[in-house]
């Protein structure tokens, strides 16, 4: 049940969404038990982001939400992972991309919790 949902200063194509999404669902399953088939996705793009006190260059903020818990080792290769995503794919230099994780012990789906 994990959630990436990322906030970008570019415009995404639908292409450059679906290459993203992909790429993300490979991505997820550095973290133990997770896997594309639970991930959700999220984008906005064309987002208004200040970093350093200004919008000179491309910026991402991405979060990474799990049900359950991970390492901290686990969490550094999935900011690699989504940095090397984000820079191939959006041009959005890796110092220029915040990473946010969060474990979340309540998640539901299908009208109940796990």
Avoid: H
């Amino acid at each position: 049940m994990p959630f990436i949902n990322s906030k970008v200063t570019v415009k995404m194509s639908p292409e450059t969404k679906e290459r993203v999404k992909s790429r993300l669902g490979e991505a997820i399953a550095i973290i133990p038990g997770k896997s594309e088939s639970w991930l959700m996705v999220g984008f906005e793009d064309g987002y208004d982001l200040y970093f350093k006190g200004n919008r000179d260059k491309e910026t991402a903020f991405v979060e990474v939400k799990i049900f359950g818990s991970a390492s901290a080792d686990v969490y550094d290769r999935m900011t690699g992972a989504i940095c090397k995503i984000f820079e191939e794919e959006l041009q959005i230099p890796a110092d220029r991309i915040y990473v946010k994780y969060e474990e979340v012990a309540n998640w539901g789906w299908n009208g109940n919790n796990f």
